[in-house]
């Protein structure tokens, strides 16, 4: 098991270097019969952070998570992030019988280590790790208490209105919806883009 100041340490090596090099290295497809392999950032940053992949709901490092999210440079020059980050499926019974400060959700969040990653319309082989953010949400009530209003909110909608009802309109940090614009028989959470904010900050 690698610590959260391990991999921090480890990753921090990387920062301005492009990820498409090191995929290479660990023999990570970025694309095989001219289809791109999503995953491969983040194959790449667990590899460089001296973790082993893996798809289970626990955390991926003793008392850390490690999560990237992509970020995009506008035209007035600031760097926002791109998209939503997902925290974790949903098993509906699971949520309907587990409090937040027990679910998955708050065991993907409360300790994160952060990569932003630059995004590259033009160059989908091309990732620059931009950053490395360690956040321990357990130094923020206020944000606590408000992620854990959003969560029973999705939980006690699931209940009185079933599984269907979860959508994305919900929530001000974290949100229910579909994975995929194609799938809609499963949902996760994800977190906001306001949220991915306040993890990494407003700006680099």
Partial sequence: MITRHTAIKNLQRYIGKDLARYARQFGITIYKNEKLNKGWKGQTLEKLAGLEGDNKQAPNGLGFELKSVSYKELKNGNIV???TMAIT???PMMLKKTPFLKSHCWDKLKTIVFCAVMWYEEDKTKAELL??????MLDDEKLIREIEQDYEFIRNKLISQGFDSLTGVDGKWIQARTKG?????????YARTNLIKEIFGKSF
């Fill in 81 to 83: 992030p791109k998209e």
């Fill in 89 to 91: 499926m949903i098993s």
């Fill in 131 to 136: 950053s490395v953010k360690s956040f321990d």
């Fill in 181 to 189: 614009q194609k799938n809609t028989e499963t949902r996760a959470f």
